[in-house]
């Protein structure tokens, strides 16, 4: 069975860190991409930050969280880590990552067609 388990959300101060897992199994990760999505309350969906398959070499940021947020890859752990910094109020989403179709990306990080298996969400909350 398909699966993806997010972890690592809760409740920060703002300028605080968070780090995010999102372990997979029944499958091989490292033949796919993965992107990090979040959604707040009355929004839409947006992606966050993306990594290709294999190595990982590519990685992709939405401008509200370059410099802030990295993403990474661990093949023997079967997992993808987004590690948040300098969070801010506005960070505050439910985080779900996905698996790309493929290994790696040619343009549309976060066209949500290209993902075809999703995470249930953990919670971020960044609030003083």
């Known amino acids: 069975q398909l699966q993806f388990v997010e972890s690592g959300g809760g409740l920060v101060q703002p300028g605080g860190s968070l780090r995010l897992s999102c372990a997979a199994s029944?499958?091989?990760?490292?033949?796919?991409?993965v992107g990090w999505f979040r959604q707040a309350p009355g929004k839409e969906r947006e992606g966050v930050s993306c990594i290709s398959g294999s190595i990982g070499v590519m990685k992709n940021y939405a401008d509200s969280v370059k410099g802030r947020f990295t993403i990474s890859r661990d093949n023997a752990k079967n997992t993808v880590y987004l590690q948040m910094n300098s969070l801010k109020p506005e960070d505050t989403a439910v985080y779900y990552c996905a698996r790309y179709r493929w290994t790696l990306y040619s343009g549309s990080y976060y066209n949500t067609e290209y993902y075809d298996y999703w995470g249930q969400g953990t919670q971020v909350t960044v609030s003083s």
């Open positions: 029944g499958f091989t990760l490292e033949n796919y991409g």
